[in-house]
């Protein structure tokens, strides 16, 4: 049964390419057209989400220097659950949950609502959850923003059907680019993980549309791309084994790790049903007395994030709280449905367990951050089985050549590691679950 379906998706595959083919040659104009405003639009959805964000933490922040944590962080998740709940519930069900697992159903010729409406709600909601307190990213909601984006830019281009699903995953990579930075990140994410497919013309305008939504991200943020950490690194022969030993260890924990979330989420889903709104209240409020009985990196995720990878007034203790921590409460709020994705918190994962195996005593300290930023691109590869794409993530963080051989070797056998524990991505697995919630 498998193979019959993994051979009629190849066979779609050959007529889809075959009919772009025939419009890229009849109606070039209408492609060209799709493809600026898809990369135009994921960029603007996916700088205006980020900066929405941003907002939302630094009123957080600043009312916490007011008022203790213990009424100000439960208050947030409680409030801002319970309203993006609502506008999900309301206005555009299909936007709840990573955003990843929606764009890969509807690649998968399921029933996925595709539109700007569903781009809009996520935005919004998004802003509002993450903003709020739960510890997901911004990553998963660009790239169904970007594939809703997509969609309607073919759907009002009157652009043929197969190519509207080469638009959709372009759109979805495109908001990764985007949101990271990265546009070979976005390109490889969109080829690797949504469309399963190396055939020249979608590999064309995939990379086009990523490039495309790149280009305008950066102008959108002040047109300087520069990267996130500016951080040396030390790699020798010595790191080879230590790396795969790291990228083995991250393999079984990101195994672990998704298990976790699948069993969160269908947990969430029996004892809620559909009283949506009450669980993400529920979570959020949960979540914001958890935080606000731990110190003031837990207050600000992203300050954390950039402590680990920066090595910065962070120890060994903190780092092994990080793991507990986040590994528990993601799984908390991916288990409410809430509009986020899980990238972020794998990358925070990741670089802390590699803080931490980097910190050992025969590891030289020049090179703590090859491991931590090898640890990163581990735990992203190990969950969602996309190795080259970490690696580009994982470089777009730092832009220096120099991160690329070992995060490498660390993806790929993180990779090789989950692959031989369950052979599908946490977000193949998510499809039946979030869908039908």
């Avoid at 040659?25 to 493809?35: N, S, T, Y």
């Avoid at 802003?127 to 990553?139: D, K, Q, R, T, Y």
């Avoid at 680019?177 to 976005?186: D, E, H, I």
């Avoid at 703590?368 to 190795?387: E, H, K, N």
């Amino acid at each position: 049964m498998e193979n019959l379906l993994k051979d009629n998706i190849k066979k779609r595959s050959r007529k889809s390419a075959e009919s772009i083919k025939k419009l890229l040659k009849q109606r070039w104009f209408v492609v060209v057209i799709a493809l600026l405003l898809t990369g135009l639009g994921a960029s603007i959805t996916s700088v205006s989400f980020k900066t929405g964000i941003y907002y939302m933490n630094y009123w957080r922040l600043e009312l916490l220097k007011i008022f203790p944590p213990f009424f100000v962080l439960p208050l947030f998740g409680l409030v801002g659950g319970a309203i993006s709940a609502f506008l999900i519930k309301n206005f555009a069900p299909a936007s709840k949950g990573s955003g990843v697992s929606q764009i890969m159903g509807f690649l998968r010729h399921k029933e996925v609502p595709m539109n700007l409406k569903v781009g809009l709600i996520k935005l919004i909601s998004g802003i509002v959850a993450i903003g709020s307190g739960f510890p997901l990213g911004p990553e998963g909601p660009s790239v169904q923003m970007g594939g809703s984006v997509a969609w309607q830019m073919a759907k009002w281009l009157r652009a043929p059907v197969a190519f509207r699903r080469v638009i959709v995953a372009a759109g979805g990579g495109a908001g990764i680019a985007a949101v990271f930075s990265a546009p070979l990140g976005g390109f490889v994410y969109a080829i690797e993980e949504l469309l399963n497919s190396a055939r020249p013309v979608i590999l064309l305008l995939v990379i086009v549309t990523t490039f495309i939504a790149d280009s305008s991200a950066i102008f959108l943020q002040g047109g300087i791309d520069e990267p996130t950490y500016k951080i040396d690194f030390l790699f020798s022969h010595f790191d080879f084994i230590n790396l795969i030993l790291l990228g083995g260890i991250i393999g079984i924990i990101a195994e672990i790790y998704s298990k976790y979330i699948l069993m969160m989420q269908n947990l969430g889903k029996k004892l809620y049903k559909n009283k949506f709104v009450l669980k993400m209240s529920i979570c959020g409020f949960i979540l914001g007395s958890i935080y606000s009985i731990l110190g003031d990196e837990f207050h600000n995720l992203d300050n954390l994030k950039k402590m680990i990878a920066t090595q910065t007034e962070i120890n060994i203790g903190l780092a092994i709280l990080t793991v507990f921590v986040l590994f528990i409460t993601s799984g908390l709020a991916a288990a409410s449905g809430a509009p986020g994705g899980l990238f972020y918190p794998m990358l925070i994962l990741g670089g802390a367990i590699g803080l931490i195996l980097g910190s050992w005593s025969w590891i030289p300290s020049t090179a703590l951050s090859t491991y931590v930023f090898a640890g990163m691109g581990a735990f992203v590869a190990g969950c969602s089985r996309t190795p080259i794409t970490a690696m580009f993530l994982a470089f777009a963080l730092t832009k220096n050549l120099l991160i690329m051989k070992p995060v490498l070797i660390t993806c790929i056998t993180s990779f090789l590691v989950a692959r031989a524990l369950h052979e599908k991505s946490i977000y193949e697995r998510q499809i039946q679950i979030e869908l039908e919630q």
